[in-house]
């Protein structure tokens, strides 16, 4: 039951995150710049700050219950944007002083998950 009231509490969460990305996506923003995409770096970086303050927020500074922190960190921002995560994890790795998996990681991130589109886009061209 616990695990079912901790689901509800992310899934409550990454709805919320959806909508966010999403108007932003929307906002006018997105044709302000014809080839950047504005929206979507601003929902990185912004993502990047939350996660890394709430991060510290809600562990050291608030008392919440482990479900709030859940729908707000793994909800929440995990549905705003993916990007934060990954800078968690690279900062995670930093912080164990492990310089070559840090940037093993970060660029073969990059350059693997863009093969990865080509390789889908690909795909579904072939369909």
Do not use: Q
Not at 40 to 49: A, L, M, P, Q, V
Not at 77 to 89: D, I, K, N, V
């Amino acid at each position: 039951m616990e695990l079912a009231v901790r689901l509800c509490f992310i899934g409550i969460g990454g709805a919320f995150g959806a909508i966010a990305r999403h108007l932003l996506n929307i906002s006018p923003l997105a044709g302000h710049f014809e080839k950047f995409p504005l929206p979507t770096f601003i929902i990185n970086i912004t993502g990047s700050i939350l996660l890394g303050f709430l991060m510290i927020v809600l562990s050291d500074k608030v008392v919440v219950s482990e479900n709030l922190r859940m729908a707000i960190i793994v909800g929440f921002l995990g549905a705003f944007t993916t990007f934060s995560t990954f800078e968690a994890e690279i900062f995670g790795l930093l912080r164990e002083r492990l310089w070559g998996l840090t940037l093993l990681y970060m660029f073969a991130s990059v350059a693997v998950g863009f093969f990865g589109l080509l390789v889908g886009v690909w795909l579904g061209r072939k369909i």
